[in-house]
């Protein structure tokens, strides 16, 4: 069984940066970043294989965003810079399998609430 636990939500403005943390309980393999906005159905933003030497982005985060693991502490990390409005959402983290598709994961964590003002 795998605990997930993210943290490093909060509110910031436009242009500004945030860094989400998720730490992890047990083994895990890939991991990856969701996020819903309210009215919205949760949308994938990125993944990270086990070894952390392979990433993966949607376009709306790409270029802004980076995912990064330290194995070491069992933690994974998003980097968000550059942050927009339409940014505003909670944010999962989730382990399973290296994929976009939100049902390749088998353990998800609490979420996180990113609010972005303009």
């Known amino acids: 069984q795998v605990q997930l636990v993210e943290s490093g939500g909060g509110l910031v403005q436009a242009g500004g940066s945030l860094r989400l943390s998720c730490a992890a309980s047990g083994r895990t393999f890939s991991m990856g970043w969701f996020r819903q906005a309210p009215g919205k159905e949760r949308e994938f933003v990125g993944n990270i294989n086990w070894s952390g030497s392979s990433t993966n982005y949607a376009d709306s985060v790409k270029g802004r965003f980076t995912i990064s693991r330290d194995n070491a502490k069992n933690t994974l990390y998003l980097q968000m810079n550059s942050l927009k409005p339409e940014d505003t959402a909670v944010y999962y983290c989730?382990?399973?399998?290296?994929?976009?598709?939100?049902?390749?994961?088998?353990?998800w964590g609490q979420g996180t609430q990113v609010t972005v003002s303009s």
């Open positions: 989730a382990a399973g399998w290296v994929s976009t598709r939100g049902r390749d994961y088998d353990y």
